[in-house]
C-alpha cells in the first residue's frame, strides 16, 4: 500500500514538526514508545517525538525518523547520546593534535614562582613580590 500524503521532511534541523504529522507519527506506532515499549496515554503522559537515528550522529530531521517516546527516557537517551558525541570530539581533535584551551585571563598572561614573585609570561618582568 502506497502513502496518501507525502513523507514529511523538515527544511532545517531546528523545524518544529508540525501538529498533523507529530499526530500521524503517533497514529503509525500505536501510541506506543519506542524507548520503553509501553503505551503512552496523550492525556497524562508527557511525550516527545525522538529521532531514531538522533540528529548529532547523522540522522535526519524527517518523519520516517521520528517515533514518540516518554519524556523521561527521551531524556536520557539524548543525555547518553550527547555524551558519546563529546567523546567522539574530544578523541578526534586528540588525533588531530587540537589541544584543549584553557583557562583564560589572568592565569595565562602571569605566572606566580615560588618565591612569591608574580611574572608576566610575555614580557618576563616582574609585577609585584
Request: a positive charge; charged letters at 40%; one cysteine or more.
Amino acid at each position: 500500500m502506497t502513502r496518501s500524503v507525502p513523507e514529511w521532511i523538515a527544511k532545517h534541523d531546528d523545524q518544529k514538526v508540525p501538529d498533523r504529522v507529530r499526530l500521524r507519527i503517533f497514529d503509525r506506532e500505536n501510541g506506543i514508545c519506542h524507548l520503553t515499549g509501553k503505551k503512552i496515554d496523550p492525556v497524562r503522559d508527557e511525550w516527545d517525538l525522538d529521532h531514531k537515528v538522533s540528529l548529532i550522529l547523522g540522522g535526519q530531521h524527517r518523519e520516517s525518523n521520528l517515533f514518540p517516546a516518554l519524556k523521561e527516557p527521551h531524556r536520557k537517551k539524548t543525555a547518553a547520546e550527547v555524551k558519546v558525541k563529546s567523546k567522539i570530539a574530544r578523541t578526534r581533535k586528540k588525533h588531530l593534535g587540537i589541544k584543549p584551551e584553557k583557562a583564560g585571563g589572568f592565569s595565562k598572561r602571569f605566572k606566580r614562582k615560588f618565591n612569591g614573585d608574580v611574572v608576566d609570561v610575555r614580557t618576563g618582568e616582574v609585577v609585584s613580590r
